[in-house]
């Protein structure tokens, strides 16, 4: 179904909501079983009976992305307003919630209902959940209830969210996957018979884009099963945090220059690798995985401030979750913390991808290094004496790793 049929058939919907009428987007079955609707909801107490009715998610986004006082948050096709309205009670009047949908007859149900509501700290937006109508780091939530697995550009979808997103923000999210274990042609029945009318991911799928957007602490956990392979589940994840004025993003092509840059201003210091010369871009993206890659940027000038990158310590299956990594920050820009959040974000990236060992060897002499590795978990395991030449005198090198805990 196109999404211009998505946004017919929502309006519909919309429409005998209007009416009154309780509207059902899936089987009478999986309705009536308690999977849909707001069976999973906590407290509606004093909310509008019309905003209950029109109800049509899988699960409770606003208790899964724990709300707090004075944030702001955006909900991913808003439909009649019940998560908007529920989360403009857990943020207070001093927080902001916005709804946003692509069905202009589900933002008039939905501001009738937040009338009704007295709801003040509300603000229904129409467009689609592709390209949304906000500037960037705008919200400290995202929440959607059921709804991404209706979009034909999913992808773009999860870019926009981390895109919208403040450092530290949470992503948390009802919607559909299949696990990949059905016949393909019952399961896209199922599908249709829940309401998934675009195509819902599987859930490793579902990982890979929300970890190609950038987000880490990815977790999907499965609950209602609506038979066929095709579930009901609760998704999390996190925009990487680091201080004001600042973001964690992939790395990409375009930050080639600056990334080299800053890669060789660490050789030039003599106390970050053997090497003298940092490499081209054709030889340092080969060289490094084409994931559990990150730059850390200035918000407002675009400036590249640091990078942390991977490679893989040998191409034996029996290391497939061993990687060796890297971490350089701007020489302007140390002891600003960037390399600590870089780390961080890297250590969660790394035990979402499956990553069992991660290896740095670094100069005995580099004791920031080292004790910023420390602190984030790695151990010494020795140190490699007179190992190589460097500048005319021999070195030692500190091995460490840190292991998951998984």
């Known amino acids: 179904m196109a999404d211009d049929d998505v946004v017919k058939r929502y309006s519909g919907l919309a429409r005998a909501a209007l009416l009154g009428r309780v509207i059902v987007d899936c089987g009478a079955a999986e309705f009536e079983q308690g999977c849909f609707g707001t069976a999973d909801y906590d407290d509606t107490s004093g909310l509008p009976a019309g905003a209950l009715k029109a109800s049509l998610g ?50 008039a149900l939905a501001r009738a209902h937040a009338a009704e509501a007295g709801a003040a700290n509300v603000e229904f937006l129409h467009g689609g ?27 773009a979808v999860l870019a926009e969210a981390f895109r919208v997103l403040r450092p530290g923000g949470l992503f948390g999210v009802s919607d559909i996957v299949t696990d990949g274990s059905a016949d393909p042609a019952r399961r896209a029945a199922a599908e249709q018979r829940v309401g998934c009318v675009a195509g819902s991911l599987e859930a ?80 340092f993206t080969s060289g490094k995985l084409p994931h559990l890659r990150y730059v850390a940027v200035d918000t407002d000038s675009g400036e590249v401030l640091g990078w942390v990158a991977a490679s893989a310590v040998s191409s034996r299956p029996v290391y497939a979750g061993v990687v060796e990594h890297s971490v350089y920050v701007h020489p302007g820009c140390q002891a600003h913390g960037i390399g600590r959040s870089l780390l961080g974000a890297f250590i969660a990236a790394a035990e979402d991808a499956g990553v069992w060992t991660v290896q740095a060897g670094i100069f005995p002499e580099n004791t920031a290094s080292l004790t910023l590795h420390q602190t984030l978990g790695f151990r010494v395991v020795g140190t490699r004496e007179r190992i190589g030449r460097h500048h005319g005198r021999w070195r030692d090198v500190v091995l460490l790793e840190r292991r998951s805990a998984r």
């Open 129 to 155: 959940i592709e390209a949304i109508p906000l500037p960037d780091h705008a919200v400290d939530a995202v929440i959607s209830n059921c709804v991404i697995n209706l979009s034909d550009d999913k992808s």
């Open 204 to 283: 490793e799928e579902y990982r890979a884009l929300l970890r190609q957007a950038g987000f880490v602490g990815i977790t999907v956990r499965l609950t209602a099963a609506h038979g066929d392979g095709v579930h009901s589940a609760i998704v999390r994840a996190s925009k990487p945090a680091i201080g004001p004025g600042l973001e964690i993003r992939p790395m990409c092509d375009a930050d080639a220059a600056q990334v080299l840059e800053i890669y060789q201003a660490g050789l030039d210091s003599g106390q970050a690798s053997f090497e003298t010369t940092a490499p081209d871009w054709e030889s």
């Open 58 to 107: 899988c699960g409770d986004p606003v208790a899964v992305a724990g709300l707090r006082e004075g944030q702001t948050v955006l909900d991913l096709g808003s439909g009649g307003g019940l998560d908007v309205l529920l989360s403009a009670r857990r943020v207070g009047p001093h927080g902001k919630v916005y709804g946003l949908d692509a069905s202009a007859d589900m933002i």
